[in-house]
């Protein structure tokens, strides 16, 4: 099984806190991993995330979002994660090739069969072994972003970001690797199902 886990979800639906934890847990079992972020983690993926999250590109059209987002993900998974699992590591990875899906795709309108293409192109078809959907409710997720100023993404609204969060339902039901897991209960909770997802999934951990 593929030990590449994402972790996916609306701005603000906990997804950093939910990775801490992961990290914490795997340290105390001394587990081997990498975790990264996208769009960024390298230096050319963190360039190119600058222009994607920067409000002053408010001009830059939906096509040129995706390139970009997909250049970054090519950059960070032959750089990054394909060399991590073929040493036999995990890769926790906060975003991945399911957010352009429910960003571009879903919230954005483009092209959905042609978003999955290039996104097979960026990995060269490296599909997650799991992909933990946090599902948390709209006016929550805002609470939790708790920002002085929104980024370019963010700026999107609210009813974008319902056509974000719809399209996570729908990427859901397409596969064994997506787990939804409600977001609006506690951290800590939260983290107890994905614990027991990841060893269901990926056995004794101590074999790891
Ligand atoms: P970030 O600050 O990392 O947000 P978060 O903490 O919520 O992950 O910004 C990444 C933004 O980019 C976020 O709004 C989601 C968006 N995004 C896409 O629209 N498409 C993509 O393919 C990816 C990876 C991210």
Excluded at 20 to 40: A, V
Excluded at 72 to 90: C, H, M, N, V, Y
Excluded at 118 to 124: H, K, L, Q, S, V
Excluded at 141 to 149: I, V
Aim: charged residues 25%; negative net charge.
């Amino acid at each position: 099984m593929n030990k590449l886990i994402t972790f996916e979800g609306v701005d603000g639906s906990g997804k950093s806190t939910q990775i801490e934890f992961l990290k914490n847990k795997f340290d105390q079992l001394d587990i081997q991993y990498l975790s990264i972020r996208e769009p960024g983690s390298t230096v050319i993926s963190e360039n190119i995330r600058e222009i994607l999250l920067d409000n002053k590109n408010s001009q830059l059209c939906s096509e040129a979002e995706s390139l970009l987002f997909m250049a970054a993900r090519a950059q960070i998974t032959s750089e990054a994660i394909i060399p991590t699992l073929e040493d036999g590591k995990f890769v926790i990875c906060d975003r991945y090739i399911d957010s352009t899906i429910a960003y571009q795709g879903y919230g954005r309108g483009l092209d959905i069969p042609f978003l999955k293409s290039i996104n097979n192109y960026a990995t060269r078809g490296n599909i997650p072994g799991l992909t933990f959907i946090l599902d948390i409710d709209y006016e929550l997720s805002l609470h939790r972003r708790n920002r002085q100023e929104n980024d370019r993404m963010e700026s999107g609204g609210g009813d974008f970001m319902n056509k974000v969060k719809g399209g996570y339902h729908q990427i859901a039901n397409e596969g064994e690797r997506y787990k939804v897991i409600n977001g609006d209960k506690p951290p800590k909770e939260v983290f107890k199902s994905v614990w027991q997802i990841i060893v269901n999934s990926y056995g004794d951990m101590n074999d790891q």
